[in-house]
């Protein structure tokens, strides 16, 4: 892992949303073991007994506990950050779920509840860490998006653009930063070894229990190295995944949509 930054005063300070359990938690522990002290957040109790274990790193720990559809407690994860006194050095917006399942069955207020974290909830505390890094010229960000942002995804029908936007975003953040002393790194994961299939209802399709994954141990170890590199982006994952990525630079988005259907339709129950 890159080594991180020499602080002016103490440990510098990182914020990680999503951090409870998956790739977040991952990315949180290891800037917690490089030293930084964080700010975390997650949408569950479990929030507080992952920041318990990034205590046990020697570092500073405020959980916060935190739903971030709800554009108030967006503000109250900014305002955690504020209390604290010190300036923030990295922020990793890393908070997102999928849903799986044909968009005609779906429930409409889940995907607008999507939207709202994946989208809305990263536009809007970005604007607080944003104008706050760029006022001290310095700092470092890490957005999450996915490998699905190179393809459509049908049977994760609005999961796929959610993550082209972040990407997007944060290559075009980057270019506006690139002056001010700020970076902006996209992480794109491939598909990892955590639950987040499983809270999309996926389990009955190939993306669930018996797919080779990777370890998002691995992951959260590039993204962080990216992250402190200072890189536009990182495709996270083993050299399948990399590949896959490139693969689907140049592949026609009517076969990229098949493959992908392949993998993220329902199989047919049982009954």
Not at 71 to 83: F, I, L, M, P, T
Not at 164 to 170: E, R, S, V
Request: proline content about 4%; hydrophobic content about 40%.
């Amino acid at each position: 892992m890159t080594t991180a930054p020499t602080p002016t005063d103490g440990h510098p300070l990182a914020l990680v949303t999503g951090a409870s359990a998956g790739i977040g938690y991952q990315l949180a522990l290891q800037l917690a073991q490089a030293g930084y002290d964080l700010v975390v957040t997650g949408r569950s109790e479990a929030v507080a007994d992952a920041a318990t274990d990034f205590e046990e790193c020697g570092v500073q720990v405020r959980g916060v506990r935190a739903d971030l559809t709800r554009y108030d407690e967006v503000d109250g994860v900014w305002h955690a950050v504020v209390d604290t006194g010190r300036p923030l050095d990295v922020a990793v917006l890393n908070a997102g779920v999928s849903l799986g399942g044909a968009f005609v069955d779906t429930d409409l207020q889940d995907e607008l509840d999507l939207i709202s974290l994946n989208v809305t909830s990263v536009v809007h505390l970005a604007k607080h860490v944003v104008r706050h890094m760029a006022a001290r010229r310095r700092g470092r960000i890490l957005i999450t998006s996915s490998i699905s942002a190179t393809k459509p995804t049908p049977f994760e029908t609005v999961y796929g653009p959610s993550r082209a936007f972040t990407h997007m975003f944060a290559q075009g953040l980057r270019e506006e930063l690139k002056d001010v002393g700020v970076s902006v790194t996209a992480l794109l994961p491939g598909a990892t070894d955590s639950e987040f299939h499983a809270r999309a209802g996926m389990d009955n399709t190939a993306f669930g229990p018996g797919m080779r994954k990777n370890s998002r141990v691995e992951v959260a170890r590039q993204g962080i190295e990216a992250l402190l590199a200072g890189k536009d982006q990182v495709v996270a994952g083993d050299r399948a995944t990399r590949r896959a990525a490139i693969r689907n630079r140049f592949a026609r988005e009517t076969a990229k949509a098949a493959r992908h259907a392949r993998k993220a339709r329902p199989r047919p129950s049982d009954d």
